[in-house]
């Protein structure tokens, strides 16, 4: 059964950086066509995809994010991290992962509807205030 867990997150002041993490169970993600996802959701709002890593490396951001996060593998091969750098009081939310098996169409990863995701995580807050 497929499963990721996020790690890291937290509490930064405006123009700082944290790290996200999410960790994979029951599958390798260099091991298949995986593709793994992120989602944040802000109080209020609904809930938008923000990066994705495929299989084959390629990555995909949601505009606001372009040039300030980073979606890469870890050394560890059941690992994805998301790197968010000068991050913003917009950027608060709670972060999700997701992963999905045999995306037929890389630029999909953020646009699926929720079922159609193998397994989210549970969640991990982000918060940017000063």
């Known amino acids: 059964q497929l499963q990721v867990v996020e790690s890291g997150g937290g509490l930064v002041q405006p123009g700082g950086s944290l790290k996200l993490s999410c960790g994979a169970s029951g599958f390798t993600f260099n091991d298949g066509n995986y593709a793994i996802g992120w989602f944040r959701q802000a109080p209020g709002q609904e809930r938008e995809g923000v990066a994705c890593?495929?299989?084959?490396?390629?990555?995909l951001y949601t505009d606001s994010v372009k040039g300030r996060f980073t979606a890469s593998r870890a050394s560890a091969k059941d690992t994805v991290n998301l790197q968010m750098n000068n991050l913003r009081p917009e950027d608060t939310g709670v972060y999700f992962c997701?992963?999905?098996?045999?995306?037929?169409?890389?630029?999909?990863?953020?646009?699926?509807?929720?079922?159609?995701?193998?397994?989210w995580g549970q969640g991990k807050q982000v918060t940017v205030s000063a």
């Open positions: 890593i495929n299989h084959d490396g390629s990555t």
């Open positions: 997701v992963v999905v098996e045999k995306l037929s169409e890389p630029s999909m990863c953020l646009t699926l509807r929720s079922y159609e995701y193998d397994a």
